[in-house]
């Protein structure tokens, strides 16, 4: 009877126990704790909104004809102006020109020189067929003796071999590779560039260059860059340079290069009194150059 009765106080507390365990199980779900007044508020109660931004103002249109309000305001004159900004619109339509990069001494990239190559020749074939002249061969004779009633056989004949003849090796023939043509000449700078403002007297800080006019005599490997150019008032052995100037005109022509060049370079570092030397440099791919001088700025 003792017995018992422990069985069944074991079993109510063991249904005790899964009626707590199943109800704290459904309390702890997440679906059932965000409708109790407890439960933690870790959601945003925004809703998402996926949808394009709104802007707040249109965005303003622009025209290349500022570029001329801008030339005027610099000090340039309503023609001059009008000119330059032609010149510009132009460079825009035109290809821009590749550059390799220079080393920290402004020394010319290394471009590698194609090397010619031979072309195999065809091998004549041996049309010679040998031929064979038959020669005689005397046959032996037979001696007749007095001892021998019987005739003795006749020896055997022998074959003697023929010569052959030998072929003789033909020579193959070789073209000889025409040579390459190589630049080996500088560009040339052609004086008559339009300068902005001109040499002499000085006050404003950008020189602008119009209609400079670069030639390569053939064979040509093209021109690389053009730039201005003038000496670093604190490093008097080393030298200041512009951007690459634009191709605005002319280019390859019948194996050489004749092209007009314009651009402008911002003098920075000067202190006044100074005399400014302006030069011009052109580079080809090869490496060959020329260096011209343009005229003398009074700051």
Do not use: C, H
Not at 129 to 152: A, C, E, G, H, I
């Amino acid at each position: 009877m003792t017995g018992r009765r422990w069985l069944l106080g074991a079993f109510a507390v063991f249904i005790v126990l899964l009626v707590i365990w199943i109800s704290a199980a459904f309390i702890l779900n997440s679906g059932v704790a965000e409708s109790l007044p407890f439960s933690l508020g870790l959601s945003s109660r925004l809703g998402a909104d996926y949808g394009p931004d709104k802007l707040s103002s249109p965005l303003g249109r622009f025209y290349l004809s500022i570029i001329s309000d801008v030339l005027r305001d610099r000090g340039l004159s309503p023609s001059e102006a009008d000119d330059q900004s032609e010149k510009f619109k132009l460079s825009l339509d035109s290809p821009v020109s590749t550059a390799t990069a220079r080393n920290f001494q402004g020394e010319p990239p290394y471009t590698p020189t194609p090397t010619p190559t031979l072309t195999p020749t065809e091998t004549l074939t041996p049309t010679l067929t040998p031929s064979v002249t038959p020669t005689k061969t005397r046959k032996p004779t037979r001696t007749p003796t007095r001892t021998s009633t019987k005739k003795p056989p006749p020896p055997a004949s022998t074959d003697t071999p023929l010569p052959t003849n030998t072929l003789e090796p033909t020579k193959t023939p070789t073209k000889t590779p025409s040579p390459t043509p190589v630049d080996n000449q500088d560009p040339q700078i052609i004086p008559g560039a339009t300068l902005n403002p001109p040499p002499g007297p000085i006050s404003v800080s950008v020189i602008s260059i119009s209609k400079q006019r670069i030639t390569d005599p053939p064979p040509s490997s093209g021109i690389e860059e053009v730039r201005l150019k003038y000496e670093d008032p604190s490093n008097p052995s080393s030298y200041i340079f512009s951007d690459p100037l634009t191709l605005t005109s002319g280019g390859s022509t019948g194996g050489g290069w004749d092209g007009e060049y314009a651009g402008s370079i911002t003098i920075t570092g000067v202190t006044a009194p100074y005399t400014l030397e302006l030069w011009v440099m052109a580079v080809d791919f090869v490496g060959n150059s020329a260096t011209a001088k343009l005229g003398d700025y009074d700051f």
